[in-house]
Every structure is written in C-alpha cells, then in structure tokens.
C-alpha cells in the first residue's frame, strides 16, 4: 500500500469521522436525545466510539489498497468511479449525524441511513472485486449500516407523533 493512497483514504475517514462528531458529540448529552424513545437493542453509549474508529480505519485501510490495485491496472476509469463511490459514501455517514442529531429529522435520518447502507454495500462489492479476501473486512461496515438503519427507523417510529 503507497503511503500516499493511505494518507488520502485515512483523512478523508477523519474528516467524516470529525464532521460527524461534531453534530453527534454535544448531542448525546443533550435534554432532546435523552428525552428520545429507544428500542431495547439499542447499543450502549459506550459502544459507538469503538466501533466506528475501527470501521474508518478498515474503510480507510481496504479503500487504498482497492485505488492502489487500480492504479497498478492502470485501470483510470475504475479509479476514478472507486474514488466517486468513496466520496459519497463518506458525505452520506457524516451527513447521517447532523441530520438526526443537530436536525433532529428522524425520519430523514432513517432514509439518509439506508442510503448509507446501499453506498455501503456497493463500496464493500467494488473492493472485494479487486482485492477478493484482502477486502472482505470491508464487510463489517455495511453490517453496521444495516444494523443503525434498522435503529435509526425503530428511533423514527417510537417518536413520529412527538
């Protein structure tokens, strides 16, 4: 892996990382969230700045390696498509947060995180198609996507009528 495709890939996943943070961080804390309706399954709070470092280092991590097998085919076209795929996936996770949390659009939410799960599986196929098992960790993030749409729409529908 070139230290430069991973340099591009890893601050493109911090910058998301920090966006969305930045809308969900004060908000957790906050008289409105408390105040949500939950599903019982929901993970505790202590569970998401686990997991999503990990998922941005894998997604940082498979997204070189996939651009970096690309460009060795010299397969321009690909690349690019690759680098666009990435792109909006990563503008569809950080806007996740400052939909639901600073906009407090629960249902928007809900449609921008199934959004978020097919960009999720289309980037996770893209990369398995280059780098086969290399790219396969890549699997975990659209799991999780499906798993906080399914959270996200629960959330939606216990507070539509508040």
């Known amino acids: ?13 911090l910058v998301t990382a920090i966006a969305g943070g930045a809308a ?8 409105w969230y408390a105040r949500l309706r939950k599903p019982s399954y929901q993970p505790p709070r202590q569970a998401f700045p686990i997991v999503w470092p990990l998922l941005y280092a894998d997604i940082a991590v498979v997204s070189a390696d996939t651009l970096d097998s690309l460009v060795d085919a010299e397969d321009t076209r690909a690349v690019r498509r690759f680098g666009a795929a990435l792109a909006i996936n990563l503008g569809l996770n950080a806007s996740w947060s400052w939909i639901f949390f600073n906009r ?13 799960t097919v960009s999720s599986a289309d980037l996770t196929r893209r990369a398995l198609a280059v780098r086969q098992q290399r790219a396969a960790p890549l699997a975990a993030y659209p799991a999780w996507c499906a798993f906080a749409t399914v959270l996200s729409t629960h959330i939606w529908w216990l507070n539509r009528r508040r």
């Open 1 to 13: 892996m070139k230290l430069k495709t991973i340099g591009a890939t890893g601050t493109a996943a």
């Open 24 to 31: 969900s961080g004060p908000a957790v804390a906050s008289p």
């Open 104 to 116: 407090h659009r629960l249902g928007a939410a809900a449609l921008t995180a199934a959004a978020l």
